[in-house]
């Protein structure tokens, strides 16, 4: 990524308040949508009064609140907006672990927001089970669609050998992910810009993804799956990512589905890919019902549920 100058300083400022927060004992658990906006709206709740206010909650706040070389950081970093005679963060910070990521503002209605939440920690499992069931060597390794650069952080901290590619075609996404990278201390990831993986070589030894799989009026990146009912993306994904796996090779991917009247239609659509004695695959459902709210949307109306699933392939 090509960052000027003044750039570099605003992502190094960003960089700075992040182990800041750590230092302080900050900690932030990230929620869905819905719960971030009920638990905002709850009475009490309009104005920030602790750190977790003004980056979890992401609620309006005081200066008053931060110290001067704070609020001087966060300007710095520009990620500040004015509210009348209050602040607010541009930015949230959540907790993983003892990790820290930065993701953006809450509502996320930008088209290139970077998301955190709830499916970031069920992916995190995913990973992390597999790492600590699988002995195969990883050697080069690569999240795709990284978003804050949850699987790409959690790889390189587990495999200090591997060189870990995370790669997104959202620029902000690239932008966080390095930061989250710095913060966590790693020299093993490459942040790189690139459609699924189009955009670099090679083989790996474990490919990762958690891509959006909504269907999304606003067509936002972090959000959208395409395909009739957003499998689209996840679906590509599976089709460009198994020609790239290296032999006993891994990809792992977490996305959700759209049911329809008992039957799973990205199950379905997986069995001509899967069809090859070449791949060794397991499939299971996480969680049957995540983001209800969703099937009040346009084009949900025959949707049973939305279910988190996982898939697991190996190159034999």
């Not at 309006?60 to 710095?76: G, H, I, K, N, Y």
């Not at 790189?192 to 958690?210: K, P, R, W, Y």
């Amino acid at each position: 990524m090509q960052l000027t100058e003044a750039q570099r300083q605003a992502d190094q400022a960003l960089l700075q308040l992040g182990r800041r927060l750590l230092a302080d004992g900050y900690r932030f658990t990230s929620v869905t949508p819905l719960t971030q906006l009920r638990n905002n709206q709850r009475e009490g709740a309009q104005q920030a009064g602790t750190l977790r206010d003004i980056f979890g909650w992401n609620r309006p706040f005081s200066s008053s609140l931060l110290s001067p070389d704070e609020v001087a950081q966060m300007q710095l970093a520009q990620i500040i907006d004015e509210q009348g005679e209050l602040l607010r963060s541009r930015v949230r910070w959540s907790s993983l672990h003892d990790l820290l990521f930065v993701h953006s503002a809450f509502p996320t209605d930008s088209s290139d927001a970077v998301f955190f939440g709830p499916d970031s920690y069920r992916f995190a499992q995913l990973i992390e089970a597999h790492l600590q069931q699988s002995f195969a060597c990883i050697n080069h390794a690569v999240d795709i669609g990284c978003g804050a650069g949850v699987g790409a952080v959690l790889i390189a901290r587990a495999r200090r050998h591997a060189q870990v590619s995370a790669v997104d075609i959202n620029p902000q996404a690239l932008r966080l992910t390095a930061i989250n990278v710095a913060l966590a201390e790693l020299a093993n990831v490459s942040v790189e810009h690139s459609d699924v993986l189009q955009g670099i070589t090679g083989t790996f030894d474990l490919i990762v993804a958690n891509p959006p799989y909504m269907l999304d009026a606003s067509e936002r990146a972090y959000r959208h799956g395409g395909g009739a009912l957003g499998a689209g993306l996840s679906l590509r994904i599976v089709e460009e990512a198994l020609p790239r796996l290296a032999p006993g090779g891994t990809l792992l991917l977490y996305t959700g589905v759209a049911m329809l009247e008992g039957r799973d239609p990205f199950l379905a659509a997986l069995q001509a890919p899967l069809a090859s004695p070449d791949w060794a695959w397991h499939y299971h459902e996480l969680d049957p019902d995540v983001f209800g709210e969703q099937l009040l949307e346009p084009g949900y109306q025959q949707v049973e549920r939305i279910a988190a699933v996982a898939l697991s392939v190996t190159r034999r």
